[in-house]
């Protein structure tokens, strides 16, 4: 059933980094060219948004992205959240609410941040997102799809990862408790962050995430929320069988997906 666009791959500053003239930030490789960590997954006829990183705008014209029917945030960092205000289009377009939906500690942040998007306050879509929050405590139903969540540790902050049947995505990890990698084990597509080489306090390094990819043992892995200290082509070729990094525009599918929808 599901198949998975990645939005964008990048680490909270996106690459190239601001004023930084090193190899990946010059790279001619467009691979190399990475927006906030997002992507959407498309499942039997229903197009789910995970997060509303900076690039919303740029990155759903890119892919030609146009409809959504939920959006599901993994935590409320501001690079998964920069463009919560582009679902206004959206609703433009659908002519309807779009629900939401988070954990409790990111819908408060989200109702803190974004108030505006939650209240009616037009009598047409467009002016502003209008949005209904819906607060995620485990398993639940998005038309007739079951979404299970999957709490992680990114520092103090707690993140959602969400499985769609046989494929799961991951972000902004640093600890994946046991009882959540036990929701993960099964899967046949594993996304997962891996930042750099380097240890990093909030975020799996590379030798981390591959030790993850292990655990769960999935067909295939890829590697998302990469800084520029790993290139693309350089960390794709160190990498096991099975683990492929990722860039913003590739579409990858799951077996059940490839059998027709299964699931
Ligand atoms: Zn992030
Ligand atoms: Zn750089
Ligand atoms: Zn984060």
Redesign the pocket.
Known sequence: MPELTFLGTG??NGIPVIGCGCAVCTSADPRDRRS??SAVVRDRGRTFLIDTATELRLQALAVGLDRIDAVLMT?A?A??TGGFDDLRRFNELQRAHLPVYADAGTAALLRERFAYGFVDAFSFYGGKPDLTLHVVDGPFDLFGHTVVPVAVR?GRTVVQGYRFGDLAYV??AKEIPSASLDLLRGVDVLVI?ALRERPHPT?LNLEEALAVVAAVRPRVAYLV?LSHELGHAAAAARLPPGVEVAYDGLTVRSREDERGGLG
Request: glycine share 0%.
């Open positions: 680490t909270s906030r960590t935590h960092h690079d998964h990114h972000t902004d962050n975020h929320h």
